[in-house]
Every structure is written in structure tokens, then in C-alpha cells.
């Protein structure tokens, strides 16, 4: 906003891997903060420690505010919070921003920003990619749909969680964009568990081939920094599975309806079918590898 941050009231909702450390990075640089989560966790008591004030709704959290985000798992728990019975809708002041941050349908999107116009509000949609390590570091993606004049007045909220922040165009703009990421991050993931299972079952030791090809060509994100947690064994999450799988079907929705065929991705959903099936649904996408063992009779990894 133009005012400084010490005058911006920001209505926060969301506390979760991503949400906490934004609001956190909000927070370090004077932004005053009215913070819920749908759940009781530490995170939130983290972010109150921290200077948030705890609310008991969106609605709670929207009252007063200048700029509203809520960052939240799928496109139902966006509704709720943005338009839903206790949703910030009902409290947000005329000329009020609300920044939503999920990874959602663009066409629900696109009716929630409606409907907040109704009542003077102005939307902008603004999904982030980075992972946890990206939202603790403020050094997120973010790609925005919305109003160019908004988009400017907020552009110092994004800078205070974000590095490389696009506006792409209206309303939906954004979400299309995040869901054009996942397509290259998940075909990326399974590319880079088919390199790696064909070493693994070639009795390559599996470290010394990310190490051979990631500097070239085939390099990518998904090889430098999720390559060596497989071969280590680590399957904590940055971006939990179930998350890419709810973020794929997205895609092939989004696919669907322009008539689109993306087979990838359509294959890459089905492998994250079997990991989850395997109860890895809330492990790191690099667990994509399990679905490759499992045919291979082989790990690629250490344990």
C-alpha cells in the first residue's frame, strides 16, 4: 500500500507451512496483523509471538483492514473464507484489497472477485511458488491477476513476502499461471524419478549421477534440490503430495475446459495415484519416486 507499513492494517488467513512465515515476514517489517486459522496449531502461536493479533474468523480478521490475504488449501476452503457465512466479505470496508494467495479454479476465482466488487472491494489473485524455504526466506514467486492500479498499490505487501512478483493480467490470470507452473514442476518431478530409477536399477550410485548431470542440461529445480533428499531418504515435505494432487486435478479442469489435451500431466497425476495409495499423502512430492520402486522392485534411495 503507499502508506507505510506501521499505518496498514492487514487482515491475515491462513497459518499454515506457507501462511505462518509470510505473515511472520509481514510482520518484520511493520505491518500490523489480525491473523486466523481455520485449525488451532503452533504455527499460529508462532505468528502471535511474533506481534499477530489472534481472531476468531475471517470475518474478524477482514474488519478494519486495509488489505486482506488469505492463503488456504483448495478452492472450497476459499470460498468459505472470502464469501462464505463468516467470510471476510462481511467484514471488509469499502476500498479494501483482498489478496488471495491459494492455489484455486480461476473460475471460482473469477466469481469471488465478483461478488467482493460488489461491495467495493477489489480482488487480486496471487498464488506463490517457492516452497516453505521460499515463504520463510521472502523469497517467493508471485504471479498476480487483477487490476494494474491495485496490483501497484499492493505491490510493497508483495514485496515483503516475494522477489519475483508478475502481474499476468485480470482476475484468474494468476491462478492460470500457477497451475501453468505445476504442469512444469510435477513433469519435471517425474522426469527427474525416471533418471534416477534408471540409475538405481543400472547399480549407479544414485548422488554421484545428480551430481554428474545436474549441471548441465538436464538440470533443474526438481534435480538440484529434491534429487539429493531422494537419495538421502528424506520424504519430508515442502510441498506435501496431496497438495500436487489437488493442484493437478485443478490443471486437467483447467485443461478441460478450452479443450486441451496435457497427457503429462495426466500421467504424472496417475503415478501420484499410487503414492498415495502407498499412505505417502502427506510426504514431499520427491515421494514420487516410491510409485517407480514399487514397479522396479528397487530403491533409489539410502534405507
Partial sequence: MSAAPGQTQIGFIGLGIMGAPMAKNLLKVGYQLNVYNRS???RVDEVVA?????????????????V???????????????????????????????IDMSTVSPKVTREVAAALQERGVAMLDAPVS????????GTLSIMVGGDEAVFN????????????????GSNG????????????????????AEALMLAATSDLDVQKVIDAISGGAAGSWQLSNLGPRIAAGDFDPGFMVYLQQKDLRLVLQAANDVKLALPAVS??????????????AEEGTQALI????AQASKQARAG
Fill in 68 to 98: 486482506i490475504i488469505s492463503i488456504v488449501t483448495d478452492t472450497p476452503d476459499m470460498e468459505d473464507v472470502l464469501v462464505g457465512e463468516e467470510g471476510a466479505i462481511h467484514g471488509a470496508k469499502e476500498g479494501a484489497v483482498v
Fill in 267 to 280: 500421467i504424472a497425476h496417475q503415478f501420484f495415484n499410487i503414492v498415495e495409495r502407498a499412505g505417502c
Fill in 153 to 168: 498499490q499492493c505491490l510493497p505487501v508483495f514485496e515483503a513476502m516475494g522477489t519475483n512478483i508478475n502481474l499476468i
Fill in 40 to 42: 488451532d496449531r503452533p
Fill in 50 to 66: 511474533a506481534g499477530g493479533v489472534r481472531v476468531g474468523s475471517p470475518k474478524e480478521a477482514a474488519t478494519g483492514a486495509d
Fill in 290 to 293: 516410491k510409485a517407480y520402486e
Fill in 173 to 192: 490470470a494468476g491462478q492460470t499461471t500457477k497451475l501453468c507452473n505445476q504442469i512444469a514442476v510435477s513433469v519435471n518431478n517425474m522426469a527427474m
Fill in 130 to 137: 517457492g516452497g516453505d524455504v521460499g515463504a520463510i526466506n
